[in-house]
C-alpha cells in the first residue's frame, strides 16, 4: 500500500477568524481501514459560565465537523466564578452546563475538594458524564474511577485520570478538606495500569498535574500516546510531542479549547495533531445556553453594590495591595502577605464594586489569622514561597518585598524593607496577618493565632466603612 499523504488547513469560518482544524487527508491508494478520532479537551474552566454560550456554539460548530468528537476536561471545573461557586448548590450551575455539552469524562482537579467530599459526591451525582482519577483514594463509595474505557468506531480508546500531589501529600487545597480521601503520586500509581497498554489501541492520560509534570510522565510512560493536560494554565497552541507523546493544555476560565486529532491505519497511530481555538473571541453564541447562563446569575446576592472603585485597577499585584492591607488594618497587624493564588481577579474597573467582584476576587472562604513570630519565620515563609511561583512570593502590606534575581531571572534572595524604612529584623518578633491556607501550607501549626472572619467577609466590611478605594498602578514587589 502507499502512504497515506495528509495536510492541515484551517478553514475560515464566519466573522472573520479561523475557528476550527481542518485535518483533511489525500491518498494515493484506498485505506479502508483508517480510522479517526477527534478529541476537543479544555481545563481550568473555574466556574467560568460566561463563556459557556460562546463554548456551545463553538462546539455545534466542530460537531457539525466531526460528529464523533470525544469532550473532556483536565480538571478544576469549579472555583474563580461567584455565580457557581456562591449558587445554593455550589457547582451545580457548571456541572448542569457540562451536561448540556455532553461531555465525556473529566479528571479531578485540586479545586474540585473546595466544596469537601460531600459536596463532590453532590456534583458527581448531578453529573452525566465520567470522572477518572487512579490516584485519589476515597473512603467511602463515590463513583469515581481510575480509568475508563471508550469504545469508539471499533477501538478501544484509554482514559487514565490523575491529578496533582503536593509536598504535603494533597493536591494544592485546604488540608480541612482532605477528611475522607488520600492520594498517591501519579508516578507512583501509573505502573499499575499500564497493562491497559496492550487492551487498547489508544491510551491517554488526562491529568491535573501540570505541565512540568507532564514532561516528565511522558519521558517515564512513553506508552501515552497524549496527556490531556491542566493545573499550569499554560496554552499549548501547536502540537508539542515528547518522544511521540502529545501534550495538550489550553489555558484557563475557558477562553480557548484544544482539538487533537489522531489518525489510526493498520493497528498503529500514524498521525497526531492538535490545535488551540479561542472560545472567548467566537462571535457566536448559543441563546439556549447563554439563558441558562442567565438564570443561574440572576439572583440578587451577585448584584448589591458594596463599594465604589475610584480609579481603574489594571494588575493583580494592586488587588493583592488592596487585600493585604484590608487584613493588616482589620486584625492592627504589623505586616500582612496574601498568596498570589488566592487573588483571582486581574483587574477591577473603576466604578461601583458589587458582590460579585468581590466573590470572583475572593472566591476560597479562607479565615484571615493572626500570628506573632519571628523575622525567621516570615522569611521562611517568603523563601519557601518562592518554589511555588515564578514571578513573585507574596503580595503584602506594611513592607516592601526586593527580589535578588540571577541572569537567568531566577530569585537568589529577597529583601524585606518596612514602611518605616527599616528592614526586617530576622530576631524580632512581628504581628502578621495571613490566610488559613497560607497558615496550613506554610506550617504555622505550632504557633498559636487568633481567628477573624472569612476574608471575603472582611472585604465586605472594610467597604462598609470606608466605601471608596485607590489602588490604581500600586506596587509593592520590586
Not at 93 to 102: A, F, K, R, V
Not at 440 to 463: C, D, I, P, R, T
Amino acid at each position: 500500500m502507499y502512504h497515506t499523504i495528509r495536510h492541515i488547513e484551517t478553514k475560515i469560518i464566519a466573522l472573520a477568524f479561523a475557528i476550527l482544524l481542518l485535518l483533511a487527508h489525500s491518498a494515493t491508494a484506498q485505506q479502508t481501514d483508517e480510522k479517526v478520532l477527534y478529541v476537543v479537551s479544555v481545563n481550568d474552566m473555574h466556574g467560568n459560565i460566561d463563556n459557556f454560550a460562546q463554548f456551545a456554539a463553538l462546539l455545534d460548530t466542530l460537531r457539525k465537523q466531526y460528529p464523533d468528537l470525544l469532550l473532556i476536561s483536565a480538571g478544576d471545573n469549579r472555583t474563580g466564578h461567584p455565580v457557581n461557586d456562591r449558587y445554593p448548590k455550589p457547582s451545580y450551575p457548571i456541572t448542569q452546563l457540562m451536561n448540556e455539552g455532553h461531555f465525556n469524562l473529566s479528571t479531578l482537579g485540586n479545586h474540585e475538594f473546595d466544596i469537601g467530599i460531600e459536596g463532590l459526591r453532590n456534583v458527581v451525582g448531578w453529573s452525566d458524564f465520567d470522572y477518572v482519577c487512579a490516584n485519589a483514594y476515597f473512603d467511602d463509595s463515590i463513583n469515581i474511577k481510575p480509568y475508563k474505557i471508550i469504545d469508539y468506531k471499533g477501538l478501544k480508546i484509554g482514559f487514565i485520570g490523575g491529578i496533582q500531589v503536593g509536598a504535603n501529600g494533597i493536591p494544592d487545597f485546604h488540608p480541612k478538606y482532605a477528611k475522607g480521601v488520600s492520594f498517591k503520586p501519579i508516578e507512583e500509581v501509573l505502573p499499575e495500569y499500564m497493562y491497559l497498554r496492550k487492551q487498547c489501541d489508544m491510551l491517554f492520560l488526562i491529568s491535573h498535574c501540570g505541565l512540568e509534570a507532564d514532561i516528565e510522565i511522558a519521558k517515564k510512560f512513553p506508552q501515552f500516546d497524549a496527556i490531556f493536560g491542566g493545573h499550569s494554565h499554560k496554552k499549548i497552541e501547536r502540537t508539542k510531542l515528547i518522544g511521540n507523546t502529545m501534550i495538550t493544555q489550553s489555558g484557563k476560565n475557558l477562553n480557548y479549547l484544544t482539538v487533537s486529532v489522531f489518525y489510526f491505519t493498520n493497528g498503529k497511530i500514524d498521525y497526531k495533531a492538535q490545535q488551540v481555538f479561542s472560545v472567548k473571541d467566537f462571535a457566536k453564541k448559543d441563546e439556549r445556553i447563554q439563558k441558562m447562563v442567565d438564570e443561574f446569575g440572576s439572583l440578587d446576592i451577585f448584584s448589591k453594590v458594596v463599594g465604589h472603585n475610584d480609579a481603574d485597577i489594571d494588575s493583580k499585584e494592586s488587588l493583592g495591595c488592596f487585600m493585604t492591607d484590608v487584613m493588616r488594618e482589620t486584625t492592627k497587624s504589623d505586616l500582612a502577605f496574601q498568596n498570589p493564588g488566592g487573588v483571582r481577579l486581574s483587574k477591577l474597573p473603576a466604578g461601583k464594586i458589587t458582590a460579585k467582584d468581590i466573590y470572583k476576587m475572593d472566591p476560597f472562604d479562607n479565615i484571615i489569622i493572626k500570628y506573632k513570630v519571628s523575622g525567621q519565620k516570615i522569611m521562611d515563609m517568603l523563601e519557601m514561597a518562592c518554589y511555588k511561583t515564578e514571578d513573585f512570593p507574596m503580595f503584602c502590606s506594611g513592607c516592601t518585598c526586593i527580589l535578588h534575581r540571577n541572569e537567568y531571572e531566577e530569585i537568589e534572595s529577597i529583601e524585606i524593607v518596612l514602611d518605616n524604612g527599616k528592614p526586617l529584623d530576622l530576631k524580632a518578633k512581628y504581628n502578621i496577618a495571613i490566610n488559613s491556607y497560607m497558615a496550613s501550607v506554610y506550617n504555622f501549626v505550632e504557633h498559636k493565632g487568633k481567628e477573624f472572619q472569612h476574608s471575603n467577609e472582611m472585604l465586605f466590611q472594610y467597604l462598609e466603612k470606608r466605601k471608596h478605594i485607590n489602588y490604581a498602578d500600586m506596587k509593592r514587589i520590586r
